[in-house]
């Protein structure tokens, strides 16, 4: 079984602060996603990391995957209550053919 | 643009009830999974299919049972709901095994 395990579990910051969330594995994954999911509905994909090393950039939010595609990184830089939600990652391929979940993180930007 | 569609959203259940979660998407995608979410800890993997016809346990299956006799429905069965199987139920569905996985909006289940 492939386990995935994020840190931190609950984070609660001030508007304007950096924050990153941290997804760890003893298994090498093809690619590692991450997703956003808000109260009462489905996580929706934010982005996905395949090559080793790769950073990724969207607006404010950067993504890294690690050199041996067994961790990766999400970096909030001037975090906005908008950000407000519960991040989960979740590593694809390799030995699995289904898609393994991390516990998530639950962030709350107070204004 | 319907995408991947759950029924009931809500649903209270007595102690030895069955039922079934109705899940259906329209993308013509082959993977298709049950996850249950309960706090503190992710999304637990129940069962997965990845095609018509072929089913597979994941990381929580007692007490569920699912079917997959078309590429749109993926059904999930509760065959006598315990009170731990309270949680949020998900429905997620995806081309294959590494792409975005496209989740229905969950069935909040209480089992009383």
């Known amino acids: 079984t492939q386990l995935l395990e994020q840190s931190p579990q609950f984070l609660s910051i001030q508007e304007g602060e950096n924050l990153t969330v941290y997804c760890n594995s003893s298994s090498v994954f093809s690619s590692l996603q991450w997703y956003r999911q808000e109260p009462g509905e489905g996580p929706v994909l934010l982005v996905t990391?395949?090559?080793?090393?790769e950073v990724k950039k969207l607006k404010r939010l950067t993504f890294q995957f690690g050199d041996a595609r067994k961790d990766s990184s999400l970096h909030i830089t001037a975090a906005q209550p908008g950000d407000t939600g519960l991040y989960l990652c979740a590593g694809a391929g390799g030995s699995a053919r289904q898609l393994t979940f991390g516990s998530g993180t639950q962030l709350t930007v107070l204004p | 643009n319907a995408g991947v569609t759950q029924t009931p959203k809500f649903q209270v259940l007595k102690t030895g009830q069955s039922m079934t979660l109705q899940c259906a998407q329209d993308?013509?995608?082959?993977?298709m999974s049950w996850y249950r979410q309960d706090p503190g800890m992710g999304l637990r993997l129940i069962h997965y299919s990845v095609g018509a016809g072929i089913t597979d346990q994941g990381e929580v299956p007692n007490g569920y049972n699912v079917s997959r006799s078309t590429t749109e429905d993926f059904p999930l069965r509760l065959l006598s709901a315990a009170p731990s199987q309270t949680s949020v139920y998900f429905c997620a569905s995806r081309s294959d095994k590494n792409t975005e996985a496209f989740f229905g909006q969950g069935t909040r289940l209480t089992v009383v």
């Open positions: 993308m013509n995608h082959e993977y």
């Open positions: 990391v395949v090559t080793g090393g």
